[in-house]
């Protein structure tokens, strides 16, 4: 009886995850009714295709010649309406990155500093792993992508911008070459 109650529950939960927890659908975005190429680029337009990938070769070519190489190249799922954003339960976010499942873009983040931004955070998490990006300071995880994307806006909204600063001071200090060694220290 234990072994069925238990084999119902696992059969239930990847369900209960995909109905409940709506960023998981990253992990599948095809699912959604989204077009994937290659399995990185996703999209809900295919007449905005050749912009998403323009965004997403600029940012991987950027974030790798500047903060450090993407050794798995991420899932993003560019969103060029709001009820494909949404279907994914981000609320009011202009981009969010999942851990190193994926990122979504929403509509008013089709900017190369925004797609910069997420793959730095994705970056982040290959190289010091979710569980430490997950309680690392608020300064250094959103700082960096802020500063490192090249981020053009002269003023944030707070707390971004002491986020920004801090961080660009501590860069100052430890410098590209020890950075992920100095990050593992937080």
């Not at 996703?42 to 295709?49: A, E, K, L, Q, Y």
């Not at 997420?118 to 290959?126: A, C, F, G, S, V």
């Amino acid at each position: 009886m234990f072994k069925r109650l238990l084999f119902i529950c696992m059969l239930c939960l990847p369900i209960a995850a995909w109905a409940f927890f709506k960023p998981v659908r990253v992990a599948a975005p095809e699912l959604t009714g989204l077009y994937c190429a290659n399995g990185t680029l996703c999209t809900d337009d295919m007449s905005r295709n050749q912009e998403a990938a323009h965004l997403y070769n600029e940012a991987l070519h950027f974030v790798g010649s500047s903060v450090g190489a993407i050794e798995k190249k991420p899932r993003v799922i560019f969103c060029s309406s709001e009820d494909c954003f949404q279907s994914f339960g981000l609320g009011k976010r202009s981009a969010v990155t999942i851990g190193t499942l994926g990122i979504v873009i929403s509509p008013r983040a089709w900017k190369p500093y925004y797609v910069r931004h997420e793959m730095i955070h994705h970056l982040q998490n290959e190289k010091l792993g979710m569980i430490k990006m997950w309680r690392a300071p608020e300064w250094f995880s959103e700082g960096m992508a802020y500063a490192l994307s090249e981020d053009p806006r002269p003023k944030l909204s707070e707390p971004f911008e002491h986020y920004r600063s801090q961080f660009e001071h501590w860069y100052k200090q430890v410098g590209r070459d020890r950075l992920w060694e100095e990050a593992r220290k937080l």
